[in-house]
């Protein structure tokens, strides 16, 4: 055949491609391209092994179903193995399913049950005599990470059925972990006040919560279950309705989305309806999967290596839309950061009206080339952030203006700090500076800190701009100007007796809660507890160095420096002196100190790209503070390549070039010591780790000090 050799190098082309792809994908939980490519993709490469079956590979990734299993958790095999769905996009595709299934079942009268596509993670769950005894990630379709104790945690998820005459013994349950979008967007709105990485959407964060360590994080990221199917080994109900409707009665969670379709007409009719409405669900929704009914005409259509011949899921199409970028504004974070946000005409795009989007940082703007007056292309990231992806360059006017990064704070006027290595531009006025101000007033009123009843954000913003409140110590001398109160308009005399009852009690918060409260930078809810259970007092925390802070687990040089150059400032000198004056928690009473180890003694890191669990300053920490030492640049003495998503490729090669494993955030974890596993002996914090064995290049070392 004259065009073997140029069959056989797309072949190679297109194997290469689709490995690297699948690796991203499962391993890392990065993905470089859409659905859709991905899938264009694996069907030229279907075709061209169907056209020459001799040049097919026998590992081909169209032969498997993609995917394989972290070593953090214990493996499990799947009694029944976890396939994949074919996909497709056009609702000609769909029709050419029906066709298929018609001549698969040789005229006989067939129905459908269509189902919403939930964007989350597959699950495998065993029941046994009703009791949960299992959850199994897919893993790679064989084998998958046994990840029980964190599916536990799922409040919908019943952890013993409701018994029913017709419940099998024992049965496996199929459904999907997702993270409702409110949670998801509440998780990233404290990430962001946190000054930490986003997560790109709802099912990285259901897939990242999945792999965390400790469960009790776990619960506090209220994962929900919808299952989506029942196997019994053997028929136990002859149709996937019956078995939808039995999993209700059980007590498990079925989205009650689903319906019977008598026709290909009625499932194009179900697909249309979602098409839109899709987007009012808590859950994030990536298409429409239709199934056969019935349980033996299911059999008799049987399955391709990878996926059912009786099923398809159909996806939408990614929603775009077309607008003007009018003016970029610039919001001013708690720390300082300077964000850049898009104002756009308003166009309808997934269910909403999008008026902005955020431009992440300065880099972002020039990596779009945008100019003020653009006709720009919005996506929604994981449908729920409008992000600008694009410019329509055939439409820029001769005198579109291009856009100007400030320099000074557009709101206090302070010149503008891009410190090394940062992505954003932050304002240093941290005294003065007004939404600075105002935005920690927020932090230390929120649930997660001081909790105060009848003091929410908007009223603790109100009273910023009146001048009654500027620090939170301002908060704790609100009780003698109730006369000034009153004469607030909205505010009665109930909301002036909760607010000041919810004053008196947040003195009770726990330590860990106020310091979290304090909004040191990168000092989230977890450093908080660690610190605060390491020097148990915020006396304590003003005597250490940032050196000996650093030596603390999960603290390291990053955030040490922070915190140290926030307790020598004279205006968090006399804050602290207020608060103490006021009544609030300073000091723990009762807890241990917590575990470091010296897990990673000898081992060199390079951290690139971002990540999805933790800031790159938190995985630092977690290295030095396990013994580790960071390095900014590969050699062939490096221990390990830390990998997040948009790694340089140069750093790729460089690393495989020298043989040095690349692992990715999950790995790393599993590198270091559970902390609920730490022996007795590790409740010291150690001394400094020690230079490692073959050493670093000087200078490179992550370390501050
Ligand atoms: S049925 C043989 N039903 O989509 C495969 N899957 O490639 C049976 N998914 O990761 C899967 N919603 O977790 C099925 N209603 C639904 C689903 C669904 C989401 C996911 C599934 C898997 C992928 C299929």
């Given amino acids: 055949m004259p065009d073997t050799p140029a069959v056989q190098q797309r072949i190679q082309a297109l194997t290469e491609r689709l490995h690297h792809l699948n690796h991203q994908y499962y391993q890392l939980d990065i993905s470089e391209v859409s659905d859709q490519e991905f899938d264009q993709l694996l069907a030229e490469l279907q075709q061209l092994e169907t056209e020459h079956p001799d040049l097919a590979q026998p590992n081909s990734p169209t032969r498997r179903v993609g995917g394989t299993i972290t070593k953090q958790f214990p493996t499990a095999v799947h009694r029944y193995p976890m396939l994949s769905l074919g996909n497709t996009y056009s609702e000609d595709d769909l029709r050419e399913f029906d066709e298929r299934v018609q001549r698969g079942l040789e005229g006989a009268p067939y129905s459908y049950v269509c189902e919403l596509k939930f964007d989350g993670v597959a699950m495998s769950l065993s029941y046994e005599h009703g009791e949960l005894v299992q959850g199994v990630t897919r893993g790679d379709g064989n084998r998958g990470d046994v990840v029980t104790a964190n599916i536990r945690t799922i409040k919908s998820l019943p952890l013993a059925l409701r018994p029913g005459p017709d419940q099998p013994q024992d049965f496996e349950v199929r459904g999907e972990v997702f993270m409702p979008l409110p949670v998801f967007a509440e998780l990233n709105a404290e990430r962001e006040q946190n000054g930490e990485a986003l997560l790109a959407n709802p099912r990285n964060a259901a897939s990242g919560t999945l792999k965390l360590q400790n469960s009790s994080q776990v619960a506090a990221r209220k994962l ?141 703007i020039g990596l779009l080339d945008l100019r003020l007056g653009d006709m720009v292309y919005v996506e929604k990231g994981g449908e729920i952030i409008p992000k600008i992806t694009g410019v329509d360059l055939s439409a820029r006017a001769v005198e579109a203006v291009p856009i100007e990064y400030p320099t000074e704070c557009p709101a206090c006027g302070t010149p503008l700090v891009r410190p090394e290595g940062e992505a954003h531009f932050r304002c240093p006025n941290e005294r003065a500076c007004p939404p600075q101000l105002k935005a920690r007033l927020e932090h230390y009123v929120s649930r997660r800190a001081l909790n105060i009843d009848g003091l929410g954000a908007e009223t603790v913003g109100r009273f910023f701009d009146l001048g009654l409140v500027t620090t939170p110590a301002d908060i704790y001398d609100l009780p003698a100007r109730r006369p000034e109160l009153v004469t607030l308009e909205r505010l009665g005399q109930k909301s002036i007796d909760n607010l000041l009852a919810g004053i008196e009690a947040s003195k009770q918060v726990p330590f860990p809660r106020v310091l979290f409260g304090l909004g040191i930078r ?66 723990v009473t009762g807890e241990a100190p917590l575990p470091a ?56 090669e460089k690393a495989l070039g020298f043989k040095v494993p690349i692992i990715s955030e999950t790995e790393l974890m599993a590198l270091l010591p559970n902390p609920e596993d730490a022996p007795a002996t590790d409740l010291l914090a150690p001394e400094a780790p020690t230079e490692p064995a073959g050493g670093t290049e000087a200078g490179q070392q992550g370390s501050l000090f």
């Fill in 224 to 364: 929900r279950f919808y299952a989506y199917s029942l196997l019994t080994p053997g028929r136990h109900f002859t149709s996937h309705s019956a078995a939808l409707e039995a999993l209700s009665r059980y007590g498990l969670p079925v989205s009650d989305t689903w319906r019977r379709a008598g026709s290909l007409a009625e499932v194009l009719d179900f697909v249309h309806y979602w098409a839109k409405k899709r987007f009012e669900l808590p859950v994030a929704t990536d298409g429409i999967v239709i199934k056969v009914d019935d349980l033996r005409q299911q059999d008799q259509l049987g399955f391709t290596a990878k996926s059912p011949r009786w099923a398809i899921a159909y996806k939408y199409p990614a929603e775009a839309a077309r607008t003007r970028l009018n003016e970029v504004v610039y919001n001013v974070g708690r720390t300082g950061a300077v964000t850049p946000v898009a104002m756009l005409t308003p166009v309808p795009l997934a269910g909403t009206v999008v008026k902005r989007a955020t431009l992440h940082n300065a880099n972002q």
């Fill in 522 to 587: 990168y000092v989230g809810e977890t450093v908080a507890q660690k610190l605060a259970a390491h020097y148990r007092s915020i006396d304590a925390l003003v005597a250490a160095s940032a050196e000996k802070m650093a030596a603390v687990p999960e603290v390291g040089g990053v955030i040490a420096v922070a915190a140290a150059h926030w307790f020598q400032q004279p205006e968090n000198s006399d804050l602290i002196e207020r608060l103490r004056q006021a009544g609030v928690q300073l000091a």
């Fill in 597 to 652: 180890s010296d897990r990673l003694a000898g081992l060199t890191f390079v951290i690139s790209g971002v990540f999805e669990q933790h800031s790159r300053e938190e995985l630092q920490q977690l290295i030095t503070s396990n013994g580790g030492k960071i390095t900014g640049s590969i050699s062939k003495k490096l221990s390990y390549l830390v990998a997040g998503d948009n790694m340089g490729p140069a750093k790729r």
